[in-house]
């Protein structure tokens, strides 16, 4: 089977895992929790720094969460977070989405948050996702749209940054719009039930405009994206510069508005 080509756009940087972090069970699966049920074995697929892997597995207890990603280091901090929770119904392991090391119909549940838009190839990995899944079972995958994104007010440094952002992730062999391609990746990999949904995360009290434009702001600079962003010749230092400072601009408008649209399958294998 083919193996991961795509590399990961905006690696583990502190600004990075500041908004991993952030995200629950709540606000990045809500799509999904109908169909949990204690006892469920779960796969999730590219866990980060595992805060949703955490909230899963507590809603599926007695069963088992396998939770995976490319790295150890991020792994460790996943395990970190279900041991300060008390969660003893949780593994982890390295893995690669293009060619999972399970057997088939291993899981009830297959979840992949935000990981099919940094992929080499997102059909294999559904394909790999279904294989995996017991019949009957679901996966489960949630992804942004970068281009669908909108703010106000209007602020040309934050249309320099998804101009740069997006050639960056293509570069890195990714796809950025990922959202909306969800339902046709699905169909491609095989899956004829499957329920397409979309939402949004809001950004726009003066607490959330100051940490959603403060950690962009560090990302830009600061960041494996930024490094990438320079040595592939999508940026240089004192543009990035440009937009790290419009962001921070944007931050202390009193009318901010931030939109981040997610595209959502569930697919019933």
Not at 42 to 70: E, H, K, M, N, Y
Not at 143 to 163: E, I, Q
Not at 171 to 197: C, K, Q, V
């Amino acid at each position: 089977m083919p193996k991961e080509t795509a590399v990961y756009t905006h690696g583990h940087h502190e600004s990075v895992l500041r908004s991993h972090r952030w995200r629950t069970a709540a606000n990045s699966a809500a799509y999904l929790l109908g169909e949990l049920r204690p006892g469920q074995a779960v796969l999730d697929v590219g866990c980060g720094p595992g805060t949703i892997t955490a909230d899963l597995a507590a809603l599926v207890a007695p069963g088992r969460v396998t939770a995976v990603d490319t790295t150890d280091g991020i792994l460790g901090r996943a395990a970190t977070v279900a041991a300060e929770r008390g969660l003893e119904n949780v593994e982890f392991a390295v893995a690669d989405v293009h060619a999972l090391d399970f057997p088939d119909d291993s899981f009830d549940v297959v979840h992949a948050h935000q990981v099919l838009q940094h992929v080499g190839d997102p059909v294999q990995a559904l394909r790999e996702m279904r294989r995996v899944c017991r019949p009957g079972g679901v996966v489960a995958v949630r992804d942004s749209d970068y281009a669908a994104m909108t703010w106000y007010p209007r602020a040309p440094g934050l249309d320099t940054w998804l101009d740069v952002y997006e050639r960056v992730a293509r570069g890195n062999g990714g796809e950025p719009d990922a959202g909306r391609r969800l339902l046709s990746w699905a169909r491609r990999a095989g899956f004829t039930d499957i329920a397409p949904t979309a939402a949004a995360w809001c950004f726009a009290t003066p607490e959330s405009r100051a940490w959603w434009s403060g950690l962009w702001a560090d990302r830009t600079t600061d960041s494996v994206y930024a490094d990438l962003a320079v040595a592939g010749g999508h940026a240089p230092p004192e543009q990035l510069t440009a937009i790290a400072d419009a962001w921070r601009s944007w931050g202390t408008e009193e009318d901010g508005w931030f939109m981040v649209p997610h595209g959502e399958v569930l697919c019933r294998a």
